[in-house]
């Protein structure tokens, strides 16, 4: 029998962590996302960049943030979904 997986949520780059050096002395950089715009943090300094200027970097951690809600928690809607049944006819029982 064939495995089914769920479906992939889409996700967009927003960080990029590098290291320059070597595992004994080095130094991190941090690269963000807001907006359209990118920015590197080295240090004291931080200066905006163009994405060809990202992909020069040695990542080290790339940050990703889910952009698409595919994943529903079934278990969850029917709690909600009966929650909100049960305060309607609270509200509309007579007393």
Same mark, same amino acid.
């Given at each position: 029998?064939?495995? $089914? ?6 996700? %967009? *780059? ?19 996302? %807001? ?16 994405? $060809? ?11 990703? &943030?889910?952009?698409? %809600?595919?994943?529903?928690?079934? &278990? =969850?809607?029917? &709690?909600?979904? *009966? ?6 006819? =609270?509200?509309?029982?007579? %007393?």
């Amino acid at each position: 029998m064939m495995q $089914s997986y769920p479906p992939i949520p889409e996700m %967009k *780059l927003i960080g990029i962590i590098s290291h320059q050096g070597t595992k004994d002395n080095g130094h991190y950089t941090a690269i963000t996302k %807001k907006g359209e715009e990118w920015t590197l943090y080295n240090g004291a300094t931080t200066t905006h960049i163009t994405t $060809s200027h990202m992909h020069q970097t040695q990542a080290y951690i790339l940050m990703y &943030r889910k952009t698409s %809600k595919i994943f529903i928690n079934k &278990r =969850r809607l029917a &709690r909600t979904s *009966l929650a909100q049944k049960e305060e309607t006819e =609270r509200l509309t029982l007579p %007393k």
